[in-house]
């Protein structure tokens, strides 16, 4: 039986989605405009020991890191992340895949809450404000699916339009 080559999956196509977890009876979690790159680092201290057969290694719990870079914008995540960064809060993260919706019309995502450990902001003169925002997450990202309202997925792209002229508003 032959194998099937990987899929490459487009990083474009993973989207992060924010909300403070004090606000989760009061919003959606919302997409993070302007995103430009995002990362997960996993890690963990190991403690070698070394014996006469040879090292023994033991991992130690994992830590994981998120960091995110967008445009500063009007977006009200920024300042929200902003004030986080001197209050604590905890934030609650979504990273969405939206190279392949489940047969629910739901998205791979994974799940995961996290404390800011480092906000920045740079201004320089020939370029666009870029916000700089790096997090410890509690615990592990936990893999679910999310669900994305259709709205929010048309931001994303946009739609095909045809060449006559439109007879409805845009939105």
Do not use: C
């Amino acid at each position: 039986m032959a194998e099937q080559m990987a899929t490459a999956i487009n990083g474009a196509n993973k989207v992060l989605f924010a909300r403070r977890l004090s606000d989760e009876k009061n919003m959606d979690g919302t997409r993070i405009s302007l995103q430009t790159t995002h990362s997960i680092e996993i890690s963990s201290d190991d403690n070698t020991t070394e014996t006469k057969d040879g090292n023994i290694t033991v991992a130690g719990n994992p830590e994981v890191e998120l960091s995110l870079e967008f445009l500063g914008s009007d977006d009200p995540v920024v300042e929200l992340l902003e004030d986080a960064s001197m209050n604590h809060d905890v934030f609650e993260f979504w990273e969405v895949n939206f190279e392949k919706p489940d047969t629910g019309g739901k998205y791979p995502a994974k799940y995961m809450q996290a404390v800011v450990t480092k906000f920045s902001s740079d201004s320089d003169a020939d370029d666009f404000n870029k916000v700089k925002v790096e997090l410890k997450v509690n615990g592990q990202p936990k893999k679910g699916s999310a669900t994305v309202d259709k709205k929010t997925i048309g931001d994303l792209q946009y739609a095909f339009k045809d060449i006559p002229k439109a007879t409805t508003p845009a939105k």
